[in-house]
C-alpha cells in the first residue's frame, strides 16, 4: 500500500519531465527526472518537500492547459479535449500530492523523521528563492545555464538537496557548532574560486564580466562613490531584514577569513576589545566620507580602487597579526565598517538570543562566553541574560551549553514561539540563504 501511495508522485514528476522534453526545457526535464528519483530515498525531508512541489506542478499544468486552451479557441480550433487531458494531469498532481500525507506514505519514508520538516522547508525555500532569482534576472545567474543552456533547474535542484541535507546535518547544536565554520569557509572558497578564474581568462564565472573589489566596506562606500550601483547594499539590506546580522556569521565572503584566523589563537579566545565600537565607528565614517569627497573631487576610479584596496589588506593583517593572536574576530568586531551596520541594523529584526532563568542552575558557567568569537557574552552581557551588541547570531553559544535536554538555556527568539521552533526557522532561512549565495554569489 505505501508503494501505491507513491506511484501518482512519481507518475506526475514523470509526465512533467516528458513536458520539459517536448518544450526542449531540460532543465525541467532533468530536475522532475531527479525529484522522482528522490522519492525511492525514503527520507522524511523528500515526502515533506514533495507535497508543495506537486502543488507547484498541479498549478503549472492548469496555467498550462488554459494557454493552449485560448490558443486553440483564438484560432477556431478544437480545444475541450485538451483541456481535460491537461486538467486530468493538474488532478493528478493533486492527488499525488495528497497521498503524500496518508499514513502509509509517511511509513514509507522513515529516515530522518526528527529533522524532516526543517530540511523540507530549506530544501523548498532555497528552490524559490533561486526560481524566482533566474526568472527575473536579466541574464543568466546559474553557471549551469552558462555552461549548459537550460539545464538552469538541474542545479537549482542540486542546491536544494544540500540546503536540505546542510540544515539536518545543523539540528544538533552541538554538530552545528563545527558545521557553520565549514559551509561557511566553503562559501569563501568557491566565490574567490570562480574570481580567480574569471581573471584567469574564463569569463563566465564573472557575474556580468564588469569587476569591483570583494571588500566588504565597499557595500556603503562603492554606491557613495560611483552614485549609483545599489545592488549590493538591496541585497544586504534584505539579508538583514530576513536574518538579523547572521550575514556576519554565516555569509560574509571576508568574514569566513577572520573566523579561521582567530580558531588558530588561544582558547577561550579575548575579551572584546574596549576600543572597538569606536575604532568601527572611525572606519564607517571614514569609508563614508572617502568615498563621498573621492566623487567630489573626480578623483579616478583606478585610484579609488587602490585606496579600497589598501582598506581590505589592511583587514587581512588586522586578521593575521590580531585575530590570530587573540583568538577572536577582531576584524569583525572592531574594524569592519559593514559588521557595525549589520550589528546596529539587525537590532531591527525581531530575531534574538537570550537565556532563561535555568542558567542560574549551572552558575553562570560561562562556557558560552569561552564560546563566542565576537566577544558579545561578557560577565554582565550574561548577568543580563543577553548578548551584546555585537552578536551576529551565530549559535555557537547554544552548542557549548551543559544543558542539552531538552534545550539549551541559550536559545534563538522570534515573538512569542519557542526556543527550538524559533531556531529550525532560523536555519532554514538562513541555510536556504546560504545555498543560494553559493549558486549565484559572484563578482
Known amino acids: 500500500m505505501a508503494a501505491l501511495s507513491l506511484?501518482?508522485?512519481?507518475?506526475?514528476?514523470?509526465?512533467?519531465?516528458?513536458?520539459?522534453?517536448?518544450l526542449g526545457d531540460m532543465g525541467l526535464f532533468s530536475a522532475c527526472l531527479g525529484c522522482a528519483g528522490l522519492l525511492f530515498s525514503r527520507r522524511a525531508f523528500v515526502r515533506l518537500a514533495a507535497i508543495p512541489l506537486l502543488g507547484g506542478a498541479a498549478l503549472f499544468w492548469a496555467n498550462t492547459a488554459l494557454e493552449l486552451a485560448a490558443l486553440r479557441r483564438a484560432f477556431g480550433e478544437p480545444w475541450l479535449r485538451l483541456g481535460l487531458i491537461l486538467g486530468g494531469v493538474a488532478a493528478l498532481c493533486l492527488a499525488a500530492a495528497w497521498l503524500l500525507t496518508t499514513t502509509s506514505a509517511k511509513k514509507r519514508f522513515p529516515g530522518g523523521a526528527g529533522t524532516a520538516t526543517l530540511q523540507a522547508a530549506a530544501m523548498v525555500l532555497t528552490m524559490a528563492i533561486l526560481e524566482l532569482a533566474r526568472a527575473k534576472a536579466g541574464i543568466s545567474i546559474l553557471l549551469a545555464d552558462r555552461f549548459f543552456p537550460g539545464f538552469g533547474r538541474l542545479e537549482i535542484l542540486a542546491l536544494a538537496v544540500y540546503a536540505a541535507l546542510l540544515a539536518g546535518a545543523m539540528a544538533d547544536p552541538a554538530r552545528a557548532r563545527r558545521l557553520r565554520p565549514r559551509y561557511w569557509g566553503l562559501f569563501s572558497a568557491v566565490f574567490f574560486a570562480q574570481l580567480a578564474l574569471g581573471l584567469a581568462g574564463l569569463p563566465d564565472f564573472l557575474m556580468t564580466g564588469a569587476l569591483h573589489l570583494p571588500v566588504p566596506a565597499l557595500i556603503v562606500g562603492g554606491p557613495l562613490y560611483r552614485g549609483g550601483g545599489f545592488f549590493m547594499p538591496i541585497l544586504y539590506l534584505s539579508t538583514l531584514f530576513l536574518v538579523g546580522p547572521a550575514w556576519c556569521s554565516h555569509l560574509c565572503y571576508i568574514g569566513a577569513w577572520d573566523d579561521a584566523a582567530s580558531r588558530l589563537g588561544p582558547k577561550p579566545p579575548a575579551s572584546l576589545p574596549r576600543h572597538a565600537w569606536l575604532t568601527r565607528s572611525l572606519a564607517l565614517a571614514l569609508t563614508v566620507l572617502s568615498a563621498l569627497a573621492l566623487r567630489l573631487?573626480?578623483?579616478?576610479?583606478?585610484?579609488?580602487?587602490?585606496?579600497?584596496?589598501?582598506?581590505?589588506?589592511?583587514?587581512v593583517l588586522v586578521m593575521l597579526a590580531v585575530s590570530r593572536r587573540r583568538g577572536m574576530m577582531v576584524h569583525c568586531t572592531a574594524y569592519c565598517p559593514i559588521g557595525l551596520v549589520g550589528n546596529l541594523l539587525g537590532r531591527l529584526s525581531p530575531w534574538r538570543l537570550r537565556m532563561d532563568a535555568g542558567c542560574d542552575r549551572f552558575s553562570r558557567c560561562g562556557r558560552c562566553s569561552q564560546a563566542c568569537r565576537y566577544g558579545a557574552l561578557s560577565e554582565r552581557d550574561v548577568s543580563l541574560g543577553r548578548p551584546g551588541l555585537s552578536c551576529t547570531l551565530c549559535g555557537d553559544c547554544v552548542g557549548v551549553c551543559p544543558r542539552k535536554n531538552p534545550a539549551s538555556h541559550m536559545g534563538y527568539r522570534l515573538f512569542g514561539l519557542s526556543p527550538d521552533i524559533s531556531r529550525q526557522i532560523f536555519l532554514a532561512v538562513v541555510i536556504s540563504l546560504h545555498a543560494v549565495f553559493l549558486g549565484v554569489a559572484r563578482i
Open 297 to 315: 573631487l573626480g578623483v579616478p576610479g583606478l585610484t579609488a580602487a587602490i585606496l579600497a584596496a589598501a582598506f581590505g589588506l589592511v583587514g
Open 7 to 22: 506511484l501518482p508522485a512519481v507518475l506526475a514528476f514523470a509526465l512533467t519531465a516528458a513536458h520539459g522534453l517536448r
